[in-house]
Protein backbone atom coordinates (compact mmCIF):
# COMPACT_ATOMS: atom_id res chain seq x y z
CA UNK A 1 0.00 0.00 0.00
CA UNK A 2 0.96 3.76 -0.36
CA UNK A 3 1.39 5.79 2.33
CA UNK A 4 -1.25 7.78 1.99
CA UNK A 5 -4.27 4.64 0.74
CA UNK A 6 -7.95 5.24 -0.91
CA UNK A 7 -10.34 5.04 1.80
CA UNK A 8 -13.85 3.79 0.85
CA UNK A 9 -16.60 4.33 3.05
CA UNK A 10 -19.89 2.22 3.09
CA UNK A 11 -22.47 4.24 4.17
CA UNK A 12 -20.73 7.10 4.01
CA UNK A 13 -24.26 9.13 4.64
CA UNK A 14 -24.17 9.59 8.24
CA UNK A 15 -22.63 11.80 10.67
CA UNK A 16 -19.82 9.37 12.10
CA UNK A 17 -18.37 8.24 8.11
CA UNK A 18 -19.08 12.03 7.05
CA UNK A 19 -16.50 13.18 9.77
CA UNK A 20 -14.09 10.35 8.96
CA UNK A 21 -13.89 11.25 5.29
CA UNK A 22 -13.48 15.07 6.21
CA UNK A 23 -10.62 14.38 8.86
CA UNK A 24 -8.65 11.51 6.35
CA UNK A 25 -9.34 13.96 3.29
CA UNK A 26 -7.27 16.16 5.38
CA UNK A 27 -4.68 14.17 6.28
CA UNK A 28 -4.19 13.39 2.32
CA UNK A 29 -6.17 10.39 1.91
CA UNK A 30 -8.71 10.36 -0.92
CA UNK A 31 -12.07 9.15 0.08
CA UNK A 32 -14.90 7.68 -1.71
CA UNK A 33 -18.25 7.58 -0.42
CA UNK A 34 -20.40 4.34 -0.62
CA UNK A 35 -24.13 3.63 -0.52
CA UNK A 36 -26.38 1.54 -1.97
CA UNK A 37 -26.76 3.56 -5.27
CA UNK A 38 -24.94 5.86 -6.96
CA UNK A 39 -27.60 8.49 -6.39
CA UNK A 40 -27.45 8.41 -3.25
CA UNK A 41 -23.37 8.30 -2.88
CA UNK A 42 -24.05 11.93 -5.22
CA UNK A 43 -26.17 13.13 -2.80
CA UNK A 44 -23.66 11.93 0.27
CA UNK A 45 -20.72 13.77 -1.35
CA UNK A 46 -23.04 17.07 -1.76
CA UNK A 47 -23.52 17.03 1.78
CA UNK A 48 -20.28 16.57 2.54
CA UNK A 49 -19.25 18.94 0.52
CA UNK A 50 -21.81 21.81 2.07
CA UNK A 51 -20.30 20.88 5.45
CA UNK A 52 -16.48 20.73 4.20
CA UNK A 53 -15.88 22.40 0.79
CA UNK A 54 -12.16 22.01 0.90
CA UNK A 55 -13.17 17.78 1.40
CA UNK A 56 -13.02 15.73 -1.96
CA UNK A 57 -14.91 12.83 -2.68
CA UNK A 58 -15.76 10.12 -5.37
CA UNK A 59 -18.96 8.78 -5.07
CA UNK A 60 -19.64 5.31 -6.06
CA UNK A 61 -22.01 2.49 -5.48
CA UNK A 62 -21.26 0.30 -2.57
CA UNK A 63 -19.83 -2.80 -4.73
CA UNK A 64 -17.59 0.16 -6.81
CA UNK A 65 -16.57 1.74 -3.70
CA UNK A 66 -15.84 -1.67 -2.24
CA UNK A 67 -13.19 -2.28 -5.28
CA UNK A 68 -11.38 1.09 -5.05
CA UNK A 69 -10.36 1.21 -1.93
CA UNK A 70 -7.24 0.22 -0.31
CA UNK A 71 -8.96 0.39 3.50
CA UNK A 72 -12.73 -0.09 3.43
CA UNK A 73 -14.90 1.49 6.19
CA UNK A 74 -18.20 0.46 6.98
CA UNK A 75 -20.97 2.48 8.69
CA UNK A 76 -24.20 1.00 8.04
CA UNK A 77 -26.81 0.44 11.04
CA UNK A 78 -26.30 -2.97 12.23
CA UNK A 79 -29.60 -4.23 10.80
CA UNK A 80 -27.58 -3.81 7.35
CA UNK A 81 -24.27 -5.07 8.39
CA UNK A 82 -24.67 -8.51 7.04
CA UNK A 83 -26.29 -7.68 3.86
CA UNK A 84 -23.80 -5.11 2.80
CA UNK A 85 -21.23 -6.90 3.81
CA UNK A 86 -22.55 -10.17 1.80
CA UNK A 87 -23.10 -7.82 -1.28
CA UNK A 88 -19.49 -6.69 -1.12
CA UNK A 89 -17.62 -9.79 -0.14
CA UNK A 90 -15.86 -10.23 -3.04
CA UNK A 91 -14.54 -7.11 -3.21
CA UNK A 92 -13.13 -7.06 0.17
CA UNK A 93 -10.40 -9.97 0.00
CA UNK A 94 -6.85 -9.23 1.36
CA UNK A 95 -8.33 -5.81 2.41
CA UNK A 96 -8.39 -4.32 6.13
CA UNK A 97 -12.49 -3.47 6.61
CA UNK A 98 -12.64 -1.45 9.59
CA UNK A 99 -16.41 -1.98 10.80
CA UNK A 100 -17.57 0.63 13.28
CA UNK A 101 -21.25 -0.97 13.20
CA UNK A 102 -22.91 -1.20 17.22
CA UNK A 103 -25.81 -3.56 17.71
CA UNK A 104 -27.86 -1.36 19.18
CA UNK A 105 -31.99 -2.82 19.34
CA UNK A 106 -33.95 0.35 19.55
CA UNK A 107 -35.99 1.36 21.34
CA UNK A 108 -34.01 0.05 23.72
CA UNK A 109 -30.75 1.25 23.05
CA UNK A 110 -29.56 2.08 26.44
CA UNK A 111 -29.63 -1.30 27.25
CA UNK A 112 -26.27 -3.63 26.32
CA UNK A 113 -27.84 -6.22 23.73
CA UNK A 114 -25.03 -7.94 22.02
CA UNK A 115 -25.59 -10.05 18.70
CA UNK A 116 -25.45 -14.02 19.62
CA UNK A 117 -22.14 -14.11 17.54
CA UNK A 118 -20.97 -12.27 20.90
CA UNK A 119 -20.27 -8.82 19.06
CA UNK A 120 -21.30 -7.09 15.57
CA UNK A 121 -17.16 -7.30 15.10
CA UNK A 122 -16.91 -10.80 15.56
CA UNK A 123 -20.09 -11.29 13.40
CA UNK A 124 -18.36 -9.83 10.31
CA UNK A 125 -14.84 -11.27 10.76
CA UNK A 126 -17.50 -15.01 10.97
CA UNK A 127 -19.12 -13.90 7.70
CA UNK A 128 -16.35 -12.55 5.80
CA UNK A 129 -13.45 -15.35 6.13
CA UNK A 130 -10.14 -14.75 7.44
CA UNK A 131 -9.02 -13.46 4.02
CA UNK A 132 -10.35 -9.89 5.11
CA UNK A 133 -8.83 -8.45 8.15
CA UNK A 134 -11.94 -7.10 9.76
CA UNK A 135 -10.76 -4.62 12.72
CA UNK A 136 -13.29 -2.33 14.72
CA UNK A 137 -13.13 0.82 15.71
CA UNK A 138 -14.66 4.41 16.40
CA UNK A 139 -18.21 2.94 18.43
CA UNK A 140 -17.49 5.25 21.10
CA UNK A 141 -16.86 8.35 19.56
CA UNK A 142 -19.39 11.38 19.23
CA UNK A 143 -19.67 11.52 15.28
CA UNK A 144 -21.14 14.89 14.95
CA UNK A 145 -17.87 16.22 16.85
CA UNK A 146 -15.75 14.29 14.08
CA UNK A 147 -16.94 16.73 11.62
CA UNK A 148 -15.67 19.92 13.55
CA UNK A 149 -12.40 21.68 14.08
CA UNK A 150 -12.45 20.34 18.21
CA UNK A 151 -9.96 17.90 19.94
CA UNK A 152 -11.52 14.39 19.97
CA UNK A 153 -10.68 13.41 24.06
CA UNK A 154 -12.99 10.22 23.90
CA UNK A 155 -9.79 7.41 23.13
CA UNK A 156 -10.43 4.60 20.24
CA UNK A 157 -10.10 0.98 21.40
CA UNK A 158 -9.13 -0.95 18.22
CA UNK A 159 -9.90 -5.09 17.70
CA UNK A 160 -8.82 -7.86 15.17
CA UNK A 161 -7.21 -10.69 14.81
CA UNK A 162 -4.44 -9.16 13.21
CA UNK A 163 -1.70 -6.98 15.06
CA UNK A 164 -0.57 -5.05 11.77
CA UNK A 165 -3.83 -4.66 10.75
CA UNK A 166 -4.66 -3.07 14.41
CA UNK A 167 -1.74 -0.34 14.23
CA UNK A 168 -3.08 0.40 10.85
CA UNK A 169 -5.97 1.26 11.85
CA UNK A 170 -4.39 3.15 15.25
CA UNK A 171 -1.83 4.84 12.61
CA UNK A 172 -5.28 6.05 10.28
CA UNK A 173 -6.89 7.39 14.06
CA UNK A 174 -3.81 9.16 14.82
CA UNK A 175 -3.93 11.07 11.59
CA UNK A 176 -7.91 11.72 12.60
CA UNK A 177 -7.04 13.40 15.55
CA UNK A 178 -7.87 10.41 18.11
CA UNK A 179 -6.10 8.41 20.66
CA UNK A 180 -5.97 4.77 20.15
CA UNK A 181 -5.09 1.75 21.68
CA UNK A 182 -4.29 -1.97 21.17
CA UNK A 183 -7.50 -3.88 22.74
CA UNK A 184 -6.95 -7.39 21.48
CA UNK A 185 -8.83 -10.04 19.16
CA UNK A 186 -12.03 -9.17 17.26
CA UNK A 187 -14.14 -10.97 19.71
CA UNK A 188 -13.09 -8.03 22.50
CA UNK A 189 -15.29 -5.69 20.81
CA UNK A 190 -17.72 -6.45 22.44
CA UNK A 191 -16.66 -4.92 25.37
CA UNK A 192 -16.20 -1.32 23.02
CA UNK A 193 -19.76 -2.04 21.29
CA UNK A 194 -21.28 -2.74 25.01
CA UNK A 195 -19.91 0.68 25.94
CA UNK A 196 -21.89 2.44 23.33
CA UNK A 197 -25.17 1.69 25.22
CA UNK A 198 -23.59 2.83 28.92
CA UNK A 199 -21.97 5.87 27.34
CA UNK A 200 -25.70 6.76 25.61
CA UNK A 201 -27.38 6.26 29.54
CA UNK A 202 -24.23 8.66 30.75
CA UNK A 203 -25.60 11.33 28.45
CA UNK A 204 -29.04 11.00 28.99
CA UNK A 205 -28.68 11.91 32.75
CA UNK A 206 -27.90 15.79 31.76
CA UNK A 207 -24.99 16.12 33.88
CA UNK A 208 -22.86 15.68 30.68
CA UNK A 209 -23.07 15.22 26.84
CA UNK A 210 -20.54 13.49 24.71
CA UNK A 211 -19.50 11.42 27.01
CA UNK A 212 -16.32 9.25 26.37
CA UNK A 213 -13.65 6.86 27.77
CA UNK A 214 -10.08 7.70 28.63
CA UNK A 215 -7.42 5.17 29.07
CA UNK A 216 -5.14 6.25 31.75
CA UNK A 217 -2.26 4.74 33.26
CA UNK A 218 1.73 5.25 34.04
CA UNK A 219 4.22 5.10 30.66
CA UNK A 220 6.77 2.91 30.93
Known amino acids: M ?19 AIRWSKAGHKIVI ?29 LDAAAAGDI ?27 DV ?17 GSAGKRAQ ?24 VEIECDVLVCGNKKAAREKVIELSKEAGMTAWHAGPIANSA ?7 ILIQINRSGIVSHSGIKIIGQEH
Do not use: C, W
Open 2 to 20: SDKETIAILGGTGDLGTGL
Open 34 to 62: GSRTLEKAQNAVAALQEISPETPADAMEN
Open 72 to 98: VVLTVPAEHQISTLDYVKDNLQGKILI
Open 101 to 117: TVPLVPPKVGTVQLPPE
Open 126 to 149: DFLGEQVMVVTAYQNIAAHLLQQD
Open 191 to 197: AAEALTS
